[in-house]
């Protein structure tokens, strides 16, 4: 089965509410998150309603709902006469991203270890197992995935209505560019990702003992972690200057070559 199709979230929902019937729109819902955050729908892809109608076996009024909603969570933008696309990150999303990040996961990281209940505990080490047993399989989609699903779980421990839509959208796209920073590519790759995983260990601890201060501290160490990946996301590295000059030379000679041909022909057309 398809680990990121409609069929696997199908399952996965039952299994997560075999007593309740789920409702056809909230699994499609979840999907279609999922596809985003997974980069199945790279940002700015355009979606067909048509296919996505076929796909998820469901007529277009129930879809476009669907649409609207991931719309106004950010996961989308919907636009008149342009129809529905995944959120772009362009350059003045990725300004106020790093800008405000810090102060947003600081912000719940207080709050969560200070309304911490025994439940929503056991509710993040439980998250905490399933990030470290995707790191077992060195699956960086699942590690991305399982990161925002730690990250969301302390925002809802922090119970504020008025930073949990900000963490959400702030959410879909730090966990879109940290597939770079989940790759086993080599050994200073491994070592981070180890690092991130006791960070969340360390957070854990903090809020168990109630001391908010030491979860920000180790929050605020965790981004910063990421941040120097993410960075390399939005400016990667760049070319040698030895190929580049190479590359800008031959240019140069072609486009010097060319010109007369282009000249004598306008000459001889004259």
């Given amino acids: 089965m398809d680990p990121t199709g409609p069929l696997w979230v199908i399952g996965h929902l039952a299994m997560k509410k075999s007593s309740a019937k789920i409702p056809r729109k909230e699994i499609v819902a979840t999907d279609i998150r999922r596809r985003v955050l997974t980069l199945d729908y790279p940002p700015g ?12 076996e469901l007529s277009r009024t129930p879809l476009r709902e669907v649409l609207q909603r991931l719309a106004g969570q950010g996961y989308l933008s919907a636009e008149v006469n342009r129809g529905v696309s995944v959120a772009s990150m362009d350059l003045a999303t990725m300004r106020s991203f790093f800008q405000t990040a810090p102060l947003i996961y600081a912000a719940i990281a207080r709050l969560a270890t200070e309304q911490a209940s025994p439940s929503a505990i056991a509710e993040l080490k439980r998250i905490q197992q399933q990030f ?8 960086p989609a699942e590690m991305a ?27 879909i796209d730090h966990t879109r560019m940290s597939h770079r920073f989940y790759r086993f590519s ?32 180790e929050t605020i160490a965790h981004w910063e972690l990421s941040r120097a990946e993410i960075d390399k996301y939005v400016m990667p590295d ?6 580049a000059v190479t590359n800008s030379s031959v240019n140069s000679v072609k486009s010097s070559i060319k010109e007369p041909v282009e000249f004598n022909r306008t000459v001889k057309g004259a």
């Fill in 45 to 56: 892809m355009p979606l067909d309603e048509v296919e996505l109608a076929n796909q998820y």
């Fill in 132 to 139: 470290k047993a995707s790191v077992a399989k060195k699956d």
């Fill in 145 to 171: 995935l399982q990161n925002h699903h730690f990250h969301a779980h302390l925002g809802a421990m922090a119970q504020s209505p008025y930073l949990a839509p900000s963490l959400e959208r702030l959410q």
């Fill in 186 to 217: 080599h050994e200073p790759s491994i070592k981070r990702i180890k690092l991130a995983c006791e960070q969340h260990d360390t957070m854990i601890d903090a809020v168990e003992r109630g001391d908010p201060a030491a979860c920000v501290a």
């Fill in 238 to 243: 760049a070319l040698p200057i030895e190929q």
